[in-house]
Nanobody, 115 residues
Framework: QLQACGGGLVQVGGSLRLSCAASGSRFRFEIMGWYRQAPGKQREFVAFITNLGSTNYADSVKGRFTISGDNAWNRLYLQMNSLKPEDTAVYYC???????????WGQGTLVTVSS
């Protein structure tokens, strides 16, 4: 099961670093990503990284967020800078595409950006 952590309350313009780990093992998938769900909205894609290090970002976070993974491919990170109120959401990690996990979602972490 995937578990995200590192969220919290931060002011506009601040930074947070999120982490994600699988339960004591390597990620089973070649592409891992971050997703988020804001209050009252659908879950959306944020960023992904392949096990070879290629990355891709949603336009809304490009230039502000950086996704990375460790060499053992068992931890995923999301460095979030220049945070905006619209970044407020619960953040999750999951495989890309999420159909690979049959729609299962692990524990997310709440990020709240105050203005």
């Amino acid at each position: 099961q995937l578990q995200a952590c590192g969220g919290g309350l931060v002011q506009v313009g601040g930074s947070l670093r999120l982490s994600c780990a699988a339960s004591g093992s390597r990620f089973r998938f070649e592409i891992m990503g971050w997703y988020r769900q804001a209050p009252g909205k659908q879950r959306e894609f944020v960023a992904f990284i392949t096990n070879l290090g290629s990355t891709n970002y949603a336009d809304s976070v490009k230039g502000r967020f950086t996704i990375s993974g460790d060499n053992a491919w068992n931890r995923l990170y999301l460095q979030m800078n220049s945070l905006k109120p619209e970044d407020t959401a619960v953040y999750y990690c999951n495989a890309v595409p999420t159909t690979l996990t049959n729609g299962a979602w692990g524990q997310g972490t709440l990020v709240t950006v105050s203005s």
